[in-house]
């Protein structure tokens, strides 16, 4: 099962950081994400979602590949790679992999302008040792959502939360 964590920024630098900080943390194999967004709102009102694979270029190169090869096939290598690529591209931009899109536009039309939030969906993690490794934005954010058990999500709380060092 998966667990989402939803951790908001006052700006969109220190969440890039979180977000890099979460893949490399990924290599060490302390967790094992399924997919990790910053999301931006920005002064002027728009939501951005800044997400790692784009599905839409991936779609068409793979599509573009398959093309090409079924296209040998009838002698029309370079048409057959044209309508994959536009097959692939066309298939990518509307299936949503990992965290729901519009789930993430909504919660980021919620944000204050200027603000940003990292969105981590998470298979597998190990609690224990992420806090340990994230004291480098200690006090700097704020737990927005979270499903993972009560005593994890008071741990990590407890190392970003800004209210709880007030507390």
């Known amino acids: 099962m998966s667990d989402l964590v939803v951790v908001a920024f006052d700006d969109a630098a220190t969440a890039f950081e979180m977000r890099a900080e979460l893949v490399k943390l990924q290599k060490e194999y302390l967790l094992e994400m399924e997919d990790v967004v910053v999301v931006t709102r920005s002064a002027d009102d728009k939501v951005q979602l800044h997400q790692v694979a784009n599905l839409t270029a991936m779609g068409a190169l793979g599509g573009g590949f398959w093309g090409a090869m079924i296209g040998l096939l009838f002698l029309n290598p370079l ?45 597998n993690i190990r609690p224990d040792r992420l806090v340990e490794r994230l004291g480098a934005f200690h006090a700097k954010g704020r737990v927005l959502q979270t499903s993972l058990t009560k005593s994890d999500e008071a741990s990590l709380r407890a190392v970003l939360d800004r209210t709880e060092t007030a507390a």
């Open 79 to 123: 048409l057959g790679a044209a309508v994959g690529a536009g097959a692939g591209a066309l298939s990518a931009t509307y299936t949503d992999i990992g965290i729901n899109d519009g789930f993430m536009r909504d919660l980021g039309q919620t944000l204050t302008p200027g603000t940003a939030a990292v969105f981590l969906l998470v298979r």
